[in-house]
């Protein structure tokens, strides 16, 4: 599912590693190269435009947070603007207060609503309600049986006009469904609806009508994704004829290319609210947009690391280092403890890193990382004097005894930790003189 747009978008990601700033030219590229992706994926033109103009504004201003590296906050600021062009929050169904919640399919002919709509009771079901399917397809020859068969397969009853009875008639069979439902205690009640090959005025009609006959709570209008751009069209022909509330994704599973996705909701202004995906009657759930997002910038832990990231990283204090590495201050053994426990503060070590992509290679060594070597590191450095943690360089042997007894730990622990030090320092200005952590690019600031 929308794989080449993941890498379209992944590749605009990498040619910004390493940039320690973004010029306007970089924020002109990338834009350029995001607007093609979405083109590509079928996006529609419009909501393309929105999403590129709000891309380059945000690039260029407000935000510079000194926790991330350029890559990484274009990666977070095209997150955030996916997840609203996907509507936002997750929309919910909205349950009836009394009687049973009606929910009204419609579509056009195989968009998947027949099998939707089984997909939704089963759901339903597994919630603890008790869903009554209704078929009130009375047009296409096959469709009340597929209904049933389906109705069968996830356990939950249909409602069909009698066989050869002559009730042809959907609004009726419609109505019928809602009393029965009320008599017989079901308390949400789906009702499947024709569709046509096409938008056609007669089965916009009869929808219309099913709609004024038992007033639903939700119009759900359901839409093969892999048809792209055709389903904005198709969606707004629906929402003129009939009128919707949300919409319900079908084939995820196949080769979408998003461009329904990303436009249904900016262009009818209605909810993505379920997505269906694959042949298994549990392939169905609610439509999460910030986990659609992320399956499209298909970056999944980077993502996660550059929220917690930003969650701890003190502004001040990063200001303050980057001013010390560029050689406007020195770097102290209290820069270094702080250091240490805002890398604590991100979780544990070997989590942090089994983020980063490119780091698998160290997974070993970091599973034996020690966390409580960052409390002896503290114990440590807290015996020195203000004097000594400032100008590590005057630590002499009688000095050293001195911290290694006040920290209770041994002389040759206070050696190790100002080697260590001295090695952090070292690379510290590596990476302040653009080195950067492979995969990351260089250190803000
Ligand atoms: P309707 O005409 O709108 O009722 O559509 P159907 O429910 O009959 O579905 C049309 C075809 O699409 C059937 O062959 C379904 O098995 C298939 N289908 C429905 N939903 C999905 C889905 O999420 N993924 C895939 N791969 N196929 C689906």
Redesign the pocket.
Known sequence: MFATLSDRLSDTFKNLRGKGRLSEADIDATAREIRIALLEADVALPVVKEFTAAIKERARGEEVSQALNPAQQIVKIVNEELIEILGGETRRLRFAKTGPTVIMLA??????????AAKLALWLKEQGKSPLLVAC?LQ?PN?VN?LQVNGERVGVPVFAPEPGNGTGNPVAVAQASIEEATRKLYDVVIV?TA?RLGVDAEMMQQAKDIRAAVNPDEVLF?VDAMIGQDAVNTALAFQEGVGFDGVVL?????DARGGAALSIRSITGKPVMFA????KMT?FDLFHPDRMAGRILDMGDMLTLIEQAEKVFDQEQALKAAEKLSGKGDFTLDDFLTQMQQIRKLGSMSKIMGMLPGMGQFKDALANFDEREIDRIQAIIQSMTPAERANPKILDGSRRLRIAKGSGRQVSDVNQLVDRFNEAKKMMLQLANGGGIPGMGPVPG
Do not use: Y
């Not at 079908?250 to 196949?254: A, M, P, R, S, V």
């Open positions: 579509g056009l002919q195989g968009a998947g609503k027949t099998t939707l397809d296409r469709a597929q499947d569709g359901v079908t084939k995820l599973d196949g269906s995906a694959g042949e392939d």
